[in-house]
């Protein structure tokens, strides 16, 4: 008897799963980029660094550093350039996971193996959110304790449009939710555009753009422009991905992660092991701004 067309084979489901593990990770970073402002994510090869700015401002010497130039006299240069700061490399993360035939046999394949894998999909989010705002944390321009959210966005407003010589810089303010929320209120929250990635946008308050996530400490702000966050990455389809020859491999589109799905029959489990490259940054590191939100008496 000839076999019925459109029967779903395990194999498909297996397809699908590890397709729908990826995709939805890469569509979780697209909507990131779109809040931070980042146009395009940049592929890079293992080991090649990043190399981050800074700006550098020159001023004349006595008053003519304030601006007060005596009447008839040349008014001396200010000169403001882009020198090299930072520099680092992005190396690969590794992810493993493994589910026993028992397990299977206990709750079922489907929350055994693929919700499973949902959950290593969100470890890997935050870890990659966590080391972004470590990042931020060591901001070279601090703008002190401010007495509450509303100060915070003017300062940073202001600082960043005459650091970017720009007063349409597009700022952007990372907070804590608890700190959004003692502030906005619980109603302007649920009015917010969920942007993924574990973070929450609203948009349209006091002409900046506001991120929150819990990987903000409660207390402190970061603060900086779009167009200054860069997404680099390690492409999971190049050169390294031949590694796995003979293995099925599962990537994204852009080949930002790949999910290899074994099976393992020596002791008889069921094996993902996800790896990727990746890294956010600011292009201008004292683009990036920190403060304090003064505590409440």
């Known amino acids: 008897m000839a076999v019925e067309p459109n029967l779903i084979k395990t194999p498909d489901m297996g397809d699908v799963d590890a397709i729908d593990f990826v995709n939805q990770f890469a569509y979780s970073i697209q909507k990131l980029q779109e809040a931070l402002g980042i146009t395009r994510p940049q592929p890079m090869r293992q080991g090649n660094k990043i190399q981050t700015y800074k700006f550098d401002l020159k001023k004349p010497d006595g008053d003519a550093a304030k601006g007060i130039v005596a009447e008839g006299e040349d008014i001396p240069l200010t000169h403001?350039?882009?020198?090299?700061?930072?520099?680092?490399?992005?190396?690969?993360?590794?992810?493993?996971?493994?589910?026993?035939?028992?397990?299977?046999?206990?709750?079922?394949?489907?929350?055994?193996?693929?919700?499973?894998?949902?959950?290593?999909?969100?470890?890997?989010?935050?870890?990659?959110?966590?080391?972004?705002?470590?990042?931020?944390?060591?901001?070279?321009?601090?703008?002190?304790?401010?007495?509450?959210?509303?100060?915070?966005?003017?300062?940073?407003?202001?600082?960043?449009?005459?650091?970017?010589?720009n007063e349409d810089v597009g700022t952007i303010v990372f907070i804590n939710p608890e700190d959004a929320g003692e502030y906005l209120g619980g109603a302007v929250i649920e009015n917010g555009q969920s942007v993924g990635f574990g973070m929450t946008l609203l948009t349209s308050f006091t002409n900046v753009r506001v991120i929150i996530n819990n990987s903000v400490p409660k207390g402190t702000f970061y603060s900086t422009v779009q167009n200054n966050i860069?997404?680099?990455?390690?492409?999971?389809?190049?050169?390294?991905?031949?590694?796995?020859?003979?293995?099925?491999?599962?990537?994204?589109e852009t080949g930002l992660i790949a999910l290899v799905k074994d099976d393992n029959t020596v002791n008889l489990t069921d094996q993902s092991t996800i790896y990727l490259g990746m890294a956010l940054f600011a292009e201008v590191t004292d683009g990036v701004l920190k403060g304090t939100l003064a505590k409440k008496a």
């Open 80 to 165: 403001v350039s882009r020198a090299k700061d930072r520099e680092f490399e992005v190396g690969f993360r590794k992810y493993r996971k493994a589910v026993t035939i028992e397990e299977v046999q206990r709750v079922g394949y489907d929350m055994a193996a693929n919700q499973t894998d949902t959950q290593v999909r969100q470890a890997i989010q935050k870890d990659i959110r966590s080391d972004f705002f470590t990042y931020l944390g060591t901001a070279p321009t601090d703008l002190g304790t401010v007495s509450g959210l509303q100060e915070a966005f003017g300062k940073s407003w202001g600082k960043l449009g005459s650091l970017f010589d």
């Open 230 to 252: 860069n997404l680099q990455y390690i492409d999971v389809n190049g050169e390294a991905s031949k590694i796995f020859h003979n293995k099925q491999i599962t990537t994204d």
